[in-house]
């Protein structure tokens, strides 16, 4: 069955534009339509923590995202450079759907996910990695995103160490990094760099 870019859902789209000039349906995405510049512009401008965050700029989903595979750098040193770029790339559908908070994904229910899934195979296919990651591969990367969640809560997101060990769990391992937010131009720039220095093209 051909893929129709400009799909509809109900009365609206289910497509977006970018600034690429691609349209990306959201409900079956192409990996021909995804563009990694795209993604970093997109994610540079969406708030982790929903903007409730310390400092002169939001804490950007481009920066968590280099923080995450900082992260692994640092406790998964042998890891393969594809699975750091995969690392990377973890949060990469919400440069077309957002960062929801936790709690709110769970309120909407398992329709976020399935597109969510869906977008995050599609990235992955254009990007030389498989749909779905080895069990191992993921289960690293959601380590590591749970140490930079932490992180995050308790250096930007007002959390107290107490608060953060009773909801998030403290990780057994907690890398030495700071984070200070960046502007979108700067997290956009070093994603583009790291993503490079990763082996994607």
Request: net charge positive; proline share 6%.
């Amino acid at each position: 069955m051909a893929r129709n870019p400009q799909k509809s859902v109900g009365d609206g789209r289910a497509w977006q534009r970018m600034l690429s000039g691609r349209r990306l349906d959201l409900l079956d995405p192409s990996p021909m339509d995804i563009e990694i510049t795209d993604i970093a512009h997109g994610l540079a401008r969406v708030a982790r923590w929903n903007g409730q965050t310390q400092g002169d700029w939001a804490l950007s989903v481009a920066q968590h995202s280099i923080v995450v595979e900082q992260i692994i750098q640092k406790t998964a040193p042998a890891l393969d450079l594809k699975w750091r770029r995969a690392a990377l790339l973890h949060d990469a559908p919400e440069y077309v759907i957002g960062d929801m908070i936790t709690p709110f994904k769970a309120v909407i229910g398992p329709a976020y996910k399935v597109i969510e899934n869906r977008l995050q195979e599609a990235v992955h296919l254009r990007f030389g990695l498989p749909a779905k990651l080895p069990e191992r591969v993921a289960k690293t990367i959601k380590r590591a995103d749970h140490i930079a969640a932490y992180i995050e809560a308790t250096q930007c997101a007002g959390f107290t160490l107490d608060d953060a060990n009773t909801i998030f769990g403290r990780p057994r391992q907690i890398p030495d990094i700071q984070i200070e937010a960046w502007s979108p131009r700067m997290a956009s720039d070093k994603f583009l760099a790291r993503f490079a220095v990763l082996g994607g093209n």
